[in-house]
Every structure is written in structure tokens, then in C-alpha cells.
């Protein structure tokens, strides 16, 4: 299971951070992603963390302003977003990818960015952020 908390209402240029519990599978064989989805549209993948090496991964749209990270609690992500833009409203959802997987660009897209690469998926958490 998955679950995911954090979202809510923010100005643009305000931040957040969200969180994501993991437990039922075995967190080093698998790595957490985050991806967002706006109403209408398919899902796109924001960030990952390797469990292996710690190496972050970012779409572009987010990079230098939002962090991946794992935290003290135990099997838990985080998405610290800051500096967000209206741009950056959606659902968001923490997913998990083996942990091979990440890392690996398969004709020009890293997997891990990938919504078709995740076995699990939580539920998501609604992140507003006003003009």
C-alpha cells in the first residue's frame, strides 16, 4: 500500500510537501515515484528516488525547484515542492517502480518517468495552487 497526504492550497511561489507511506512490499526492491495528473490528462511523472544510490531523478518542468528525498520515518518519500507555479496544480500520486528500473532510459525516456513502469499505486492528494 501506498498512501499519500500533503496536498492542499497554496499561492504561486508558496511550497508544500508531500508525503508518501510505503508498506505491504519490500521498500529496497522497489523505489517511489511521484507523478501529478491534471483533470483530462494522462499522468505525468515528476520525480524518483533510487533506493540503490539515493539518485534522484526530475522531469524537467520541475528541476531546481522540487526535492525527492527519503525521510526518518521509516518507508516513507517525500516531495518537497517549492517555488510552484499554477502550473504545478494536479492530483498527485506516489507510485512504486522495481528498483532496477530506475535509472534505465529506454529509447530516449528514463522508465522511471514513466506511469506503465509502476506496479503500485496510491491515492492521490490534490495540490491547488492559485494564481
Known amino acids: 500500500q501506498l498512501q499519500a497526504s500533503g496536498g492542499g492550497l497554496v499561492q504561486a511561489g508558496g511550497s508544500l510537501r508531500l508525503s508518501c507511506a510505503a508498506s505491504g512490499f519490500t521498500f529496497g526492491e522497489y523505489a517511489i515515484g511521484w507523478f501529478r495528473q491534471v483533470s483530462g490528462k494522462g499522468r505525468e511523472g515528476v520525480a524518483c528516488?533510487?533506493?540503490?544510490?539515493?539518485?534522484?531523478y526530475y522531469a524537467d518542468s520541475v528541476k531546481g525547484r522540487f526535492t525527492i528525498s527519503s525521510g526518518n520515518a521509516k518507508n516513507t518519500v517525500y516531495l518537497q515542492m517549492n517555488s510552484l507555479k499554477p502550473d504545478d496544480t494536479g492530483v498527485y500520486y506516489c507510485a512504486a517502480i522495481k528498483a532496477y528500473l530506475v535509472g534505465v532510459i529506454r529509447e530516449g525516456n528514463l522508465l522511471a518517468l514513466r506511469e506503465a513502469n509502476y506496479d503500485f499505486w496510491g491515492q492521490g492528494t490534490l495540490v491547488t495552487v492559485s494564481s
Open positions: 528516488l533510487s533506493t540503490g544510490d539515493g539518485t534522484p
